[in-house]
């Protein structure tokens, strides 16, 4: 089993819908969770850090469920731009190691 | 945010030959830095930890003789494929970190694309 797990998708949603992706982790040990967007044949870059009291920035909303191992990020109104591939991503305890899902495609299109 | 520059973004290579790669911090000091590697529509998969004046640690199936990691200072790591081939081609990636004290939060270089003919 994966330690960090998405669906691969790809998400095809028209501009201005909401769209949600899932993510699971099966280290317990886990203690920092991140979304990263990748866009193709870049580098991940950190869209936001994830917290158990849910947090917002912008149009994207990240929740952690630590009981059910479970992350999720909502986006809200997408648009063209936000064409990307979302990363999952957990931090060790006591490393600063990172391990990264395989990551959700979404496609925005007009 | 803190900027990481890697060197080349693209290279092409005969097979047998050795390749370098650098990872620099411009604007902060890195106390880690990290390497991946990509596949094509894969994850990011971690190969080593660098820590600046020790050895790297070299993730389980890591060939540490293939691949040569170098932290000489705090702002420069290099990746060496050593006698690279084709099945060596991949899209590496490295990272610099603050550490653990700064969220565990990576800056990420814009990567190495390496095709070995």
């Known amino acids: 089993r994966k330690e960090v797990e998405q669906d691969p998708g790809p998400f095809n949603v028209p501009e201005g819908a909401t769209v949600a992706f899932n993510c699971t982790y099966s280290?317990?040990?886990?203690?920092?969770f991140f979304w990263y967007r990748q866009d193709c044949r870049k580098e991940p870059k950190l869209l936001m850090s994830v917290y158990s009291s849910g947090n917002e920035d912008g149009r994207f909303t990240a929740q952690l469920n630590r009981a059910s191992q479970y992350i999720s990020l909502l986006i809200r109104d997408s648009k063209l731009s936000d064409s990307a591939t979302y990363l999952c991503v957990v931090n060790i305890r006591n490393t600063d190691k990172l391990i990264f899902g395989t990551g959700t495609r979404l496609q925005v299109f007009p | 945010g803190a900027v990481v520059s890697q060197h080349p973004s693209w290279v092409i290579c005969k097979s047998g030959t050795s390749v370098k790669i650098e990872c620099r911090s411009l604007d902060f000091q890195a106390t880690t830095m990290f390497w991946y590697r990509q596949f094509p529509k894969k994850s990011l998969m971690l190969m080593a930890t660098?820590?600046?004046?020790?050895?790297?640690?070299?993730e389980q199936g890591v060939e540490k003789d293939k691949f040569l990691i170098n932290h000489a200072s705090l702002t420069l790591s290099t990746l060496t494929v050593t006698s690279a081939h084709p099945e060596d081609s991949s899209f590496y990636i490295c990272?610099?970190?603050?550490?653990?004290?700064?969220?565990?939060?990576?800056?990420f270089g814009a990567g190495t694309r390496l095709s070995v003919l």
């Open positions: 280290n317990s040990a886990s203690q920092s």
């Open positions: 660098s820590n600046e004046g020790s050895k790297a640690t070299y």
């Open positions: 990272s610099a970190s603050l550490g653990v004290l700064v969220k565990n939060i990576q800056y």
